[in-house]
């Protein structure tokens, strides 16, 4: 009998760890205790079998170091990988499992590619390069072959020294070619901070990217094919919200290119040649939600439905099969302050408040 009782709690306990989910959100939070070093705390929120089960402090990371930045969560887009690597938006890297730094170094993230984390560097002391970390055997390292491309396209940057900007193009070993002697004007009238300017390559030959006006209000997509020399405008932006003016250039889950201006979002089909604004914007294949917020806030969409209004970022907004969270907000005037996060419970249809403060960043969720 004895035996029996054994082999039944053995096989209950390993249905109940094989049936068990847990997914786990990362979130970033700014350590106020020392605000001159930019601290921050990295937090893993849990939820087991789709119910929240307290959160716990991963690591704490200094965003500034000797007055230099160092390890920065709290600007740009983080990466997660393989439910384990935090890549920056700086491009540090940071072992989740292991709670440390692996790399401190910045550099733009290229993509992910099995055990290598590729980046690019072009910096004016430092030159143009590209260079690599090794997760297996945790090296970073300088890719020296001068003709190496991770991905397509070819060597194009902005010339911004001086309005309107020049469009440069550098073939490997030949001098370099201005494109366009106008290529926009970056919005050089605007108080704010200029943003970057993207380029997105469609082909090796093809790529398109934003001609900004003298202001921060308007601008074109301009499609150049370098083999023909030749552009053309393919549609237009414009916006007069008052938030500061950053350019987007994404792929996208339900159009083939994503451009974020401001708060309107617009779908690229570069083939095609259109260009199209949208009042939604697909987050995976079951959640949507709304572009430009109205007074009452954003929708937020599950397969088609509406399950809910609130004030929030776009960028905090992150889905996964079981779950989506938004950092919830409360405006007052032109100025917005976070309310908590809200998290939506695919199982049992609801939103439930999570305590939390001030969040420096969304990141995303993992598998535990």
């Known amino acids: 009998m004895k035996i029996l009782l054994h082999i039944i709690l053995f096989v209950s306990v390993a249905s109940f760890a094989q049936n068990t989910t847990t997914e786990s959100l990362i979130v970033i939070h700014y350590d106020q205790s020392k605000k001159v070093e930019l601290g921050q705390f990295i937090y893993r929120y849990n939820f087991v079998n789709n119910v929240y089960a307290g959160r716990e402090q991963i690591m704490s990371i200094e965003g500034r170091k000797l007055g230099k930045d160092y390890v920065r969560c709290d600007v740009g887009n983080n990466t997660l990988y393989k439910d384990?690597?935090?890549?920056s938006g700086i491009g540090n890297i940071i072992d989740l499992q292991e709670k440390k730094v692996l790399h401190d170094g910045s550099a733009k993230l290229v993509r992910c590619s099995n055990d290598s984390i590729i980046f690019y560097t072009n910096d004016i002391f430092k030159g143009k390069y590209y260079s690599f970390y090794d997760l297996k055997n945790n090296v970073y390292s300088e890719i020296k072959n001068l003709t190496f491309r991770p991905i397509i396209g070819q060597d194009v940057e902005f010339d911004r020294t001086k309005s309107p900007y020049k469009l440069l193009y550098y073939p490997q070993n030949k001098p370099k070619v201005v494109l366009l002697d106008d290529a926009g004007h970056g919005g050089v009238s605007s108080k704010d901070k200029k943003a970057d300017i993207p380029i997105y390559w469609v082909d090796n030959n093809t790529f398109i990217f934003p001609n900004i006006k003298i202001t921060d209000l308007e601008g074109s997509i301009v499609k150049y094919n370098i083999a023909t020399k030749t552009s053309k405008v393919i549609g237009t932006f414009n916006s007069t919200a008052n938030v500061p003016a950053t350019y987007q250039l994404v792929n996208s889950v339900d159009c083939y290119i994503e451009f974020y201006f401001k708060n309107k979002l617009y779908c690229i089909n570069p083939a095609k040649e259109t260009m199209l604004t949208s009042n939604f914007k697909e987050v995976d294949k079951n959640f949507s939600v709304e572009v430009e917020p109205k007074p009452k806030g954003r929708a937020v969409y599950y397969k088609g439905k509406e399950i809910g209004r609130y004030h929030f970022d776009l960028k905090n907004f992150k889905a996964t099969e079981n779950h989506a969270v938004?950092?919830?907000?409360?405006?007052?005037?032109?100025?917005?302050?976070?309310?908590?996060?809200?998290?939506?419970?695919?199982?049992?249809?609801?939103?439930?408040?999570?305590?939390g403060e001030e969040v420096a960043s969304l990141v995303g969720w993992i598998k535990k």
């Open 326 to 355: 938004l950092v919830k907000e409360i405006i007052m005037g032109d100025e917005s302050y976070q309310q908590g996060m809200s998290v939506y419970n695919v199982t049992n249809s609801k939103w439930e408040s999570v305590d």
């Open 84 to 87: 384990r690597y935090l890549i």
